[in-house]
């Protein structure tokens, strides 16, 4: 079964709002990450913030991280129509030692110009 | 963008063909990963390898097979294509330690009719 929930599972905005997006997870995690992917391409490496952060920015980006609720949300300032992809969470099992990431279903975004 | 090359970007073949899929990196990571995912879906894993002559099975059972002969190398090959194969095949690799982000190729989309 899949470690990672985001919600929701698309995401419509005007350019210039800002887009929020949810993760959830089962398991005790070291580190969860954020990927983005535009059609047809990989993934591209977002963010990563650690089971100890509360939040990190990047740009503009901001992720939180709340380990008590298993969740983490991925927030993009004044988004722009280059931020149109589909975003995943990632998350590595913590009580499995070097296991492989686990993605989430995505949340696809369209910003609209 | 990260030195993750994979060929061919687009395949079309009939059904009960051989096929190997390529991923090569230059980064020289130990870790290289191959996912499989449906356009607009989540990443299954279905690969990886943590060096060189090891190689593990990952969470979506698949006809695949691969192989790690050379660090940079991981192919990915289909003994008998069948429709149900047809999807988008990613391969990724990722540096040392537990908080190294992946690094994604642009993908093989693969049809078999």
């Known amino acids: 079964s899949q470690q990672g929930e985001e919600d929701p599972q698309a995401l419509s905005i005007q350019e210039g709002e800002n887009a929020t997006m949810n993760c959830s997870y089962k398991?005790?995690?070291?580190?969860l990450q954020w990927y983005r992917q535009n059609s047809g391409r990989g993934l591209v490496h977002l963010i990563l913030i650690r089971s100890n952060e509360r939040e990190k920015h990047s740009g503009r980006l901001r992720v939180t991280l709340d380990t008590s609720k298993k969740s983490s949300s991925l927030l993009i300032t004044a988004s722009r129509a280059a931020d149109t992809a589909s975003y995943f969470c990632a998350t590595d099992a913590r009580r499995r030692t070097g296991t492989p990431l686990v993605f989430g279903k995505g949340t696809r975004l369209s910003v609209i110009a | 963008e990260a030195d993750i090359y994979q060929t061919p970007r687009y395949l079309v073949i009939g059904t009960g063909k051989k096929i190997t899929l390529e991923c090569s990196q230059t980064m020289g990571h130990d870790k290289m990963y191959w996912y499989q995912q449906d356009p607009g879906m989540e990443l299954h894993l279905i690969h990886y390898s943590y060096g060189v002559n090891s190689t593990e099975k990952g969470d979506l059972s698949s006809e695949s097979t691969v192989s790690r002969i050379r660090t940079e190398h991981f192919p990915l090959t289909l003994e008998s294509a069948r429709p149900s194969h047809t999807s988008q095949y990613l391969c990724a690799s990722s540096g040392p330690g537990g908080t190294s982000p992946l690094h994604f190729g642009n993908g093989t989309r693969l049809t078999v009719t």
């Open positions: 398991t005790s995690i070291n580190n």
